[in-house]
């Protein structure tokens, strides 16, 4: 923490809130450290000037924790000195009695640590207030999102949105579902707006699919018992089926090509699939939705469907009625954290084929049971290196991310020499542009033990948020290596003081506030306005018909033996 740093995290404070610490600095350090000469009579009007300034912000809407650690001073000092507004204070009485003068010193000390402590993490816990629009309507709600969201969102340029044709495309349809007090079409339109800004890191608060959604369970409420796959060369095969369901019975087994489906082949009806539970960014994560939900209908509804099982030259053609599973194979087919994986520590670890290490990082969330993971991850590896392992392996699959300082300081036991990991910028409510929080740049340091064997670290669609840094500052040294079937989920933007927007018929959404920013002070991780983003491999598994069979039919796990093979060791 540098007195620039401090300096520069006063940009962060509303202009209450730098009143507020100007004043309580000035008459702590009066009652500290001034106690040759009397006040003059109009300090005593400062505190109550505190709580003027202090109320203005409160009913302005700054209850933010930062606010809070600065409304808390501003109080003590006005009830402590309410009695001396028209006389000398009480705090400076009784001059002669040492004892007490040293209680409001160290009393008043505090207060200062506390105003400085609450500058300095100014950026990550400043003012960023919910808009609340539920009172709206459909139209001027989504006109009021759409304006905010043109100023605030992190990634609008670098994802090339272009905020006035959103308007156009999407009033016309709010419109109409005001008009018509349609609000499943209202929910739909919602959805859709939200899924063409194309992040992982938007969401909607407090809200389940499987069981709040009336219109998810409209559209895509019934099963034919399978899920899908789209192989390199475009050909869908069925990854799961359930046995008893339409489509078991109708003869499909794991494995079968969808050479056609309702009326379009098998790649026509897989691309054109919709549907997900959550936002998404790269049209690689988008591919994994796709193969869970092309084989989704409302429940009821008859498909015509053409297929091939493996090993046969014959196609047959059947009808199946989708039924209402449960939404059994997307749950099935989820990526999801359990309790078990967040009671327990978030590494797992132990030594596999031809005497190499193996590491599983689940998540980047430090929880009260292990408020530091990174000193496991410093414990195994020190295990391996007391076993002389000859490589070691790193799994970051499905990994959703957590904070980023763990990440980094995980990274620390790979490299040699400090390292950028990143610069924060988030949009600076004062002066109107994205700017960079001095008091929040990040670095990789060295740590002990250092692991300097052969790295391999793998990645999915699902290795998301800071799951991956880890990958993203590694890449590129020289003993490591990124192997996956595709890129991390580009979805590296910053959520510390989420932009909240609370819409019509009871939706909150959020959305990310902040970027993370390379050495060269440009956005890093996300995807941009290709749908491209994240960290690319630098061994990119083909999925092919071989690693299709040695996946699904042999339960083989294919990434995990790409990685032992490129250390040297294969079945």
């Not at 194309?198 to 069981?211: A, M, P, R, S, T």
């Not at 290490?357 to 689940?362: E, H, L, N």
């Not at 920013?517 to 630098?538: F, M, S, Y």
Request: charged share 25%.
């Amino acid at each position: 923490m540098s007195v620039y740093g401090l300096l520069d995290s006063v940009k962060w404070l509303t202009p209450y809130e730098m009143l507020l610490c100007l004043l309580n600095l000035f008459l702590l350090a009066r009652y500290a450290f001034v106690k040759k000469y009397p006040a003059p009579k109009w300090l005593g009007f400062l505190p109550a000037l505190g709580i003027v300034v202090f109320l203005a912000s409160l009913l302005g809407g700054d209850r933010t924790l930062l606010a809070f650690i600065i409304y808390t001073p501003t109080i003590i000092i006005f009830l402590c000195t309410v009695k001396g507004l028209f006389r000398s204070s009480p705090l400076l009485k009784n001059k002669q009695n040492k004892f007490i003068q040293h209680v409001v010193s160290v009393v008043c000390a505090c207060g200062i640590i506390s105003i400085i402590f609450a500058i300095m993490n100014a950026g990550v816990l400043r003012y960023n207030p919910a808009s609340d629009l539920s009172a709206r309507s459909y139209t001027d709600a989504f006109a009021e999102m759409n304006e905010r969201l043109s100023r605030e969102y992190p990634f609008g340029s670098w994802k090339g949105i272009n905020w006035n044709e959103l308007n156009v495309k999407y009033s016309v349809l709010f419109e109409q579902a005001e008009k018509n007090k349609d609000k499943d079409l209202y929910y739909r339109t919602l959805r859709e707006y939200l899924g063409s800004i194309g992040d992982g890191h938007i969401k909607l608060v407090d809200h389940n699919v499987y069981e709040d959604d009336k219109v998810f369970k409209d559209e895509v409420g019934g099963g034919f018992g399978i899920s899908t796959v789209q192989l390199d060369n475009g050909k869908v095969r069925v990854s799961l089926v359930l046995e008893g369901s339409p489509a078991y019975m109708n003869g499909i087994r794991l494995g079968a090509e969808i050479v056609a489906w309702d009326g379009k082949t098998g790649k026509e009806a897989f691309e054109r699939t919709r549907w997900s539970e959550s936002y998404y960014a790269t049209e690689e994560v988008k591919a994994y939705y796709q193969g869970r939900f092309m084989a989704r209908a409302p429940i009821g509804q008859k498909i015509k469907v053409a297929y091939r099982n493996l090993e046969e030259s014959k196609v047959h053609e059947v009808t199946l009625t989708a039924y209402d599973d449960q939404y059994e194979t997307l749950k099935l087919t989820k990526s999801k954290m359990t309790q078990e994986d967040l009671a327990f520590s978030p590494v797992e670890a132990n030594i596999i084929g031809g005497g190499n290490g193996y590491v599983k990082i689940k998540h980047f969330l430090p929880n009260s049971n292990f408020p530091a993971p990174e000193k496991s991850l410093s414990e195994q590896l020190k295990h391996f290196q007391a076993s002389h392992v000859k490589g070691l392996i790193i799994d970051l699959r499905d990994n959703p991310g957590g904070e980023d300082a763990l990440a980094a300081k995980m990274a620390g036991y790979f490299v040699k020499k400090e390292k950028h990991y990143e610069y924060v910028s988030y949009y600076n409510r004062n002066t109107g542009r994205f700017e960079i929080n001095q008091n929040e740049i990040l670095s990789v340091k060295p740590q002990v033990p250092y692991f300097a064997g052969q790295v391999m670290v793998l990645i999915n669609s699902r290795t998301g948020s800071s799951g991956e840094g880890l990958p993203l500052v590694l890449k590129g040294l020289p003993h490591v290596k990124i192997i996956g079937f595709t890129s991390t989920a580009g979805s590296f933007g910053i959520v510390s003081r989420p932009i909240e927007i609370r819409m019509p018929e009871g939706y909150v959404i959020q959305f990310p506030d902040g970027r993370s920013l390379n050495k060269d002070k440009r956005i890093q991780g996300d995807a941009d306005h290709t749908r491209e983003g994240g960290v690319i491999p630098d061994i990119r598994i083909p999925f092919d018909e071989q690693s299709f069979a040695q996946m699904y039919i042999q339960g083989e796990d294919v990434e995990l033996n790409y990685a032992l093979k490129m250390l040297g060791y294969s079945k």
